[in-house]
């Protein structure tokens, strides 16, 4: 006669095995129903992933052209920066073409040619005094002033009754700041002051 407790041990060992089936089919039905989702987002995945690459392909061909553009853009600015100071200064060059052509009247004196030629001139260096101030390029006062090697070189010295020593007798050449910066030192004579001192 077999145990009531043999029995209810078996019992519980095919209800065990039936429950374990049971789970081991619901796994099967969640695998069949979740392999197609996973597929399906799958394949989304990669359509995505295909279009955020093509995406970044384009955005670094549109970087790589707008640094090319720019590249480009700064060495024209470069190569033509002068352009419009030399438009500027054209007017300048037709001036002393007239004032040549004016310098020499046929059957004026002498005295009358060299008379327009100055004129001629005279305008053409306020015009081109003129164009210079337009773009910033300001001429250094020197004549009177104390020497200073910042902005002055000193050709000589000389002796003068009326300029006190260390100070700018005459200029041989006149100096010229742009904006800010010095752009070329005036060439001066500086007095040694009075010839007894």
């Given at each position: 006669?077999?145990?009531?407790?043999?029995?209810?041990?078996?019992?519980?060992?095919?209800?065990?095995?039936?429950?374990?089936?049971?789970?081991?089919?619901?796994?099967?039905?969640?695998?069949?129903?979740?392999?197609?989702?996973?597929?399906?987002?799958?394949?989304?995945?990669?359509?995505?992933?295909?279009?955020?690459?093509?995406?970044?392909?384009?955005?670094?061909?549109?970087?790589?052209?707008?640094?090319?553009?720019?590249?480009?853009?700064?060495?024209?600015?470069?190569?033509?920066?002068?352009?419009?100071?030399?438009?500027?200064?054209?007017?300048?060059?037709?001036?002393?073409?007239?004032a040549l052509n004016l310098?020499?009247?046929?059957?004026?004196?002498?005295?009358?040619?060299?008379?327009?030629?100055?004129?001629?001139?005279?305008?053409?260096?306020?015009?081109?005094?003129?164009?210079?101030?337009?773009?910033?390029?300001?001429?250094?006062k020197s004549v009177g002033?104390?020497?200073?090697?910042?902005?002055?070189?000193?050709?000589?010295?000389?002796?003068?009754?009326?300029?006190?020593?260390?100070?700018?007798?005459?200029?041989?050449?006149?100096?010229?700041?742009?904006?800010?910066?010095?752009?070329?030192?005036?060439?001066?004579?500086?007095?040694?002051?009075?010839?007894?001192?």
């Open positions: 006669m077999v145990s009531k407790d043999t029995k209810t041990q078996g019992q519980q060992d095919e209800a065990k095995s039936a429950g374990q089936e049971e789970i081991l089919d619901a796994e099967e039905v969640v695998n069949k129903v979740a392999a197609p989702d996973l597929e399906q987002e799958l394949a989304q995945a990669r359509v995505e992933l295909a279009e955020l690459r093509d995406l970044l392909l384009r955005t670094v061909a549109e970087q790589e052209n707008f640094k090319k553009r720019i590249e480009r853009e700064r060495s024209n600015a470069l190569k033509y920066a002068g352009e419009p100071i030399f438009k500027d200064i054209l007017p300048v060059v037709d001036n002393l073409e007239r310098g020499v009247i046929e059957g004026a004196d002498a005295a009358a040619n060299l008379k327009g030629l100055h004129e001629g001139v005279e305008l053409t260096l306020k015009s081109l005094v003129a164009t210079l101030e337009k773009f910033e390029v300001i001429p250094v002033t104390p020497f200073d090697p910042t902005c002055q070189e000193a050709l000589t010295m000389e002796v003068s009754q009326t300029v006190p020593a260390s100070h700018v007798s005459s200029e041989f050449e006149r100096g010229y700041t742009y904006k800010d910066r010095l752009l070329r030192a005036a060439k001066v004579i500086v007095s040694s002051g009075k010839g007894g001192e």
